[in-house]
Structure formats: structure tokens, C-alpha cells
């Protein structure tokens, strides 16, 4: 997403915390890389609306703390797919 940062900014900021999203599903949503989400949502957003920035990083708290739960999950599930057999006989 191109255009003006500040706009961009309060755009993300409102997505992530609206849908308790991710940096990377953020980023995903608004065609941009994650740093530039983290930047928009953990410096510009700061000084443009103090009050959004304090719930974006609540919900970005909290995926921090749940990351290692996801990607435990995620695992699992990748090995489970494995080890179903293949229809093709193999």
C-alpha cells in the first residue's frame, strides 16, 4: 500500500486492532512488508493517535506471548498431514 504513511498508519492500526491480527497477517492484508507495519504501528502511530497505539500494542503483547502456542500448533499439524498416507500409494 503506497500513499501517506500517517494514513497508512492509523489504516493498520485499526485493522490489527479490530481483528486481533498479526504483523505478518497485517502485512499480508495491506500488500506491505511487516517491518513497515511495525514501524507504522510502534513509532508513527504513537505520536498520531495515542490512544489506538495503546490498543494495537495490547493486542501485539499478546500475540508475542502466544507465538511459541502457534507455532507449536502449527508443528503438529504439519506432522499429522504427514503422516496420513498419500492417495496416490505412496
Do not use: C, I, M, W
Given at each position: 500500500m503506497k500513499g501517506d504513511p500517517e494514513q497508512r498508519a492509523i489504516l493498520l492500526g485499526e485493522y490489527i486492532a479490530q481483528?486481533?491480527?498479526t504483523v505478518r497477517a497485517a502485512a499480508c492484508a495491506f500488500g506491505c512488508s511487516?517491518?513497515?507495519?511495525?514501524?507504522?504501528?510502534?513509532?508513527?502511530?504513537k505520536s498520531l493517535s495515542p490512544a489506538?497505539?495503546?490498543q494495537v500494542k495490547a493486542v501485539l503483547e499478546r500475540?508475542?506471548?502466544e507465538r511459541h502456542l502457534r507455532g507449536?500448533?502449527?508443528?503438529?499439524?504439519?506432522?499429522?498431514r504427514e503422516?496420513?498416507?498419500?492417495?496416490?500409494?505412496?
Open positions: 481483528n486481533g491480527a511487516k517491518s513497515t507495519v511495525h514501524k507504522d504501528v510502534s513509532s508513527r502511530l489506538l497505539f495503546a500475540n508475542k506471548a507449536g500448533r502449527a508443528t503438529k499439524e504439519k506432522y499429522q503422516s496420513q498416507p498419500r492417495r496416490d500409494g505412496h
